[in-house]
C-alpha cells in the first residue's frame, strides 16, 4: 500500500516534471533499515527513472560512496552503529555538491540542526507525508540538474569570466571583514539557509547578493523584502499573493514575492519586524515548500528557494522580546555569519573610500574626466570618525563629495562638510560616554571621558592647524611639552615637511 502510494503521488507531482532523459542522469542513494519503507522508497524512485542503489545500514552506504559518488541521498538518521550522520559526512566529502536528504523517526530540534550543520539540505520526519517527500525530492533533483548547467556553461566561459571582476565586491582588508567574507564564500555554494547578523548600513543586502551571486541559484531571482516596510495585511500578501477577491481590492489573483524567487533566492530584510502571524505562515513554507496564497482554501503551488536572512539586533533578544518565533529562527539560522560594523574595520575606510568616490565619479560625471582624489589628509580625517551609519554613511558622505568636486581636484578634509559635522558631533557627546556610563564605576567613566575628550581634542586641534605646533599650543593656550606629552599618549602624529599633516591613520 505505502509503496502504491508513493508511485502515484510522485508521478503527479510538478515538481519532478523532468524529462526521462534528464531524471536517468541522477544517481540516488536511499539508505533505509526498515524494509517497507525502503522497498516503497525504491519502488517510487524507481518508475520515475532515476538511478536508484539502496542499502539497509550505514556501513554498507559508505562503502558505496566510496565505490562512486551520488547526486542525491536518502538516507535515515537513526542508524547503528554507523549513524545517519556519519553517512552524511562521508557522502559530503566525497561530493560536495551531494544533496543529503535526512529521514529521522525522532525529530527534535538539536537533531535537525546538527544534522543542517552537517550538510544536509532538508530532512523529513517519520511517519512523512507523500506530498512532503514529493516536495523536499523534487527539490533536490532540480537542483542536481541546476548545478550541473551552471558548472557546464562556467567551464566553457572559464576564459571570458576568468578575466571578469565579481559582479558584487566585497571589499575589505581587515580581520573582521575577512572573516565575514570568508564565510560567506564558504557557504555560497551550497543551499543552507544564511542568517546575516550586523548594524544598520554594515552592507548585509550586498553579502545576501554575493552569495546568491555565486551559488547555482545565480541565473534565478534574487528577490529582496523588507520585513520592516509593510503593515502585516500588505506584507502577507505580497509575500504569498492572493486570489482574486481575497480582501477589498484584490481585483484579480496576484503571484507572491515567494513564488517570484522560485529556483532562486529570498532575503528577508529585518526579520524581526515581521509579525507573528506571517511568520507562522513563512513556516509552513520552510517546511513543505507549499504555498497558500490569501483567500486560498488550498494549497496553490510549491516552490524552491533559497532563504537568506538579516536582523541588526542579536536574535536572541529579539526571541526573548516576543517578537521573533523561535522555532522560525532555527529554521532560517543554519549557518549564521556576523558583519562588523565600520568603527571594528577602520584600516578599511581609505580603500573603501577611495572605490566610492570612483564609482560616485563614473555614475555623476563626464567619461573621460579625470577623477578627483582624496588627499592622505583626508583618508586620515575619514578613519578618525564615528561612522554611526557604518559603510552606508560613509557612501553617502563621499557620494556627496563627488558632486561637489572639480575634476582632478585634491579632496581635503575642508571639503568634507557632512563628515565634518560627525566629528563636531563627535566633540560634543563624547563618543560611547552616555551608553556605557552605568556600567562602570564614576571613576573609571570619569577617567575614560577625560581621556576620550583630550584625544578628539588634540587631533582636531592639530588638524586645524595643518600641523604646525607652535600654533597649535599657542591655541590650546598650553607649552608645546605639555601638548607633545598629550600627542604620544594618544598616538596622535604629525609629519614634517610643507604641509606638517598628521603622518598616519588616526582611531
Known sequence: MAERMLT??????????????????????????????????????????????????GAQAIEALKRAPYDIVLTDFDLTPVSGLDVLRAARRVRSESIIIVITASPSISSSIEALRAGASDYLPKPFSATHLQVVLGRAAHAVLQTRTVRELRAAEVGRLASQADPIALIGTSPAIREAMDLARKVAPTDASVFLVGESGTGKELFAHFIHEHSRRASQPFVVINCAAMPEPLLESEMFGHRKGAFTGAEREKQGLLESAHGGTLFLDELSEMPIGVQA????????GVIRRVGSEQAD?????????????????????????????????????????????????????????????????????????LTTRSLQFLSTQPWRG????????????????????????????VAQHARDEELESAPGFVTDVLRETFHMAKERFVSEFERAYVRRLVDSTGGNLARAARIANVDRTTLYRLLEKHNVGVRRGESEAPSEALG
Open 8 to 57: 502515484a503521488t510522485l508521478a503527479d507531482s510538478d515538481l519532478l516534471a523532468l524529462p526521462i532523459e534528464e531524471r536517468a542522469k541522477i544517481r540516488l542513494l536511499i539508505v533505509e533499515n526498515d524494509r517497507r519503507i525502503r522497498d516503497g522508497l525504491v519502488a517510487a524512485t524507481r518508475s520515475e527513472g532515476y538511478a536508484v542503489l539502496a542499502v539497509d545500514d
Open 281 to 288: 505562515k513563512l513556516l509552513r513554507v520552510l517546511q513543505d
Open 301 to 373: 503551488t510549491t516552490v524552491d528557494v533559497r532563504f537568506i536572512s538579516a536582523m541588526n539586533r542579536e536574535p536572541q533578544d529579539a526571541v526573548a522580546a516576543g517578537k521573533l518565533r523561535d522555532d522560525l529562527l532555527y529554521r532560517l539560522r543554519v549557518f549564521p555569519v556576523r558583519i562588523p560594523p565600520l568603527r571594528e574595520r577602520k584600516a578599511d575606510i581609505p580603500l573603501l573610500a577611495t572605490h566610492f568616490l570612483a564609482n560616485a565619479w563614473v555614475r555623476h560625471r563626464i567619461a573621460g574626466t579625470t577623477m578627483p582624489k
Open 390 to 417: 557604518n559603510v552606508r554613511e560613509l557612501r553617502n558622505v563621499i557620494e556627496h563629495v563627488a558632486v561637489l568636486a572639480d575634476a582632478g581636484q585634491d579632496i581635503d578634509p575642508e571639503h568634507i562638510p
